[in-house]
T-cell receptor, first 113, second 116 residues
Framework: DAGVTQSPTHLIKTRGQQVTLRCSPI?????VSWYQQVLGQGPQFIFQ???????GRGNFPDRFSARQFPNYSSELNVNALLLGDSALYLC????????????FGPGTRLTVL | QKEVEQDPGPLSVPEGAIVSLNCTYS??????FMWYRQYSRKGPELLMY????GNKEDGRFTAQVDKSSKYISLFIRDSQPSDSATYLC????????????????FGRGTQLTVWP
């Protein structure tokens, strides 16, 4: 079975632009979570979606938004990009709402210039 | 105070050594404890998880949880150069802010190098 897939792999944007990142969970998984990992730090929780509804939000500004589609894939949108948004954005999928076994994708590396 | 503390290292050991990695945490409501391995510029890979206190063994890896001390450990026996990576501890459970059950709280990771 395919694991979690994310696209694109790398992305370079300039300040003020908007970006959309995409994630496809493991087949059969209904929960998708998004994390931001700044270099040298652990991942920080941004959102969780389960059964197409937002189930949790971390301490991120409203410039960050997400949604989940009927096929359980998900998009993360970031508006008005700042230099500090440069990071590895990780998507994780799990079978249920609980976080016991979350499986991560390879991530999208975003660079904001 | 951060919810999860982890010494970033770096930790450098010879092949065959026993490696001990650990994390401390402040939220006594955490119930599930995970260890992830992350190779450079890749996504984290789940190694194992434990529920509440106790030990769990999987091959060369042993995870320990001591909830009374709010301390978790990962031991790697007979370490190999292929074990060289960053090891992230993570935990979950209802926080005092009522966060979703789906949220993982990560340490900053310990960078491990196993040299031949």
């Amino acid at each position: 079975d395919a694991g979690v897939t994310q696209s694109p792999t790398h992305l370079i944007k300039t300040r003020g632009q908007q970006v959309t990142l995409r994630c496809s969970p493991i087949s059969g998984h209904k929960s998708v979570s998004w994390y931001q990992q700044v270099l040298g730090q652990g991942p920080q929780f941004i959102f969780q979606y389960y059964e197409k509804e937002e189930r949790g939000r971390g301490n991120f500004p409203d410039r960050f938004s997400a949604r989940q589609f009927p096929n359980y894939s998900s998009e993360l949108n970031v508006n008005a990009l700042l230099l500090g948004d440069s990071a590895l954005y990780l998507c994780a999928s799990s079978n249920g709402q609980g976080a016991r076994e979350q499986f991560f994708g390879p991530g999208t590396r975003l660079t904001v210039l | 105070q951060k919810e999860v503390e982890q010494d970033p290292g770096p930790l450098s050991v010879p092949e065959g050594a026993i490696v001990s990695l650990n994390c401390t945490y402040s939220n006594s409501a955490f119930q599930y404890f995970m260890w992830y391995r992350q190779y450079s510029r890749k996504g984290p890979e789940l190694l194992m998880y434990t529920y509440s206190s106790g030990n769990k063994e999987d091959g060369r890896f042993t995870a320990q949880v001591d909830k009374s001390s709010k301390y978790i450990s990962l031991f790697i026996r007979d370490s190999q150069p292929s074990d060289s990576a960053t090891y992230l501890c993570a935990m979950s459970g209802p926080s005092d802010r009522g966060s979703t059950l789906g949220r993982l709280y990560f340490g900053r990771g310990t960078q491990l190098t196993v040299w031949p």
